[in-house]
């Protein structure tokens, strides 16, 4: 599976942006789709996941309750709806699929494609 990330963009703090990933293909309902990032210097982290079947959501503590996954079967995509931001949220941005069950690690994922740039300023 290929996937391709985009809607990242420069925003003020405080400001909102929703990145989309589009699937190359229908995937199993079984498979879980990630949002990471990385910043400048740093290495990639866990942002996000969500079951593709649906109900089933992760957020990693830097992100939770300012960032929602989400995603919409019929499209073969997955959002991330991102709120509050600020300033080091400030990466790229690169969505990925895993057949593990509730992953997190970088290792579990495949389908890695070019990223999205967000930058927040502050």
């Known amino acids: 599976v290929q996937l391709q990330a985009s809607g990242g963009g420069l925003v003020q703090t405080g400001g909102f942006l929703r990145l989309s990933c589009l699937a190359s293909?229908?995937?199993?309902?079984?498979?879980?789709m990630g949002w990471f990032r990385q910043a400048p210097g740093k290495e990639r982290e866990f942002v996000a996941s969500?079951?593709?079947?649906?109900?089933?959501?992760s957020y990693a503590d830097t992100v939770k309750g300012r960032f929602t996954i989400s995603r919409d079967n019929g499209k073969n995509t997955v959002y991330l709806q991102m709120n509050s931001l600020k300033p080091e949220d400030t990466a790229v941005y690169h969505c990925?699929?895993?057949?593990?069950?509730?992953?997190?690690?970088?290792?579990?994922?495949?389908?890695w494609g070019q990223g999205t740039l967000v930058t927040v300023s502050s």
């Open positions: 293909e229908r995937l199993f309902s079984s498979y879980f």
């Open positions: 990925a699929a895993s057949e593990v069950l509730r992953p997190r690690q970088e290792s579990q994922f495949r389908g």
């Open positions: 969500i079951k593709w079947s649906g109900g089933s959501t």
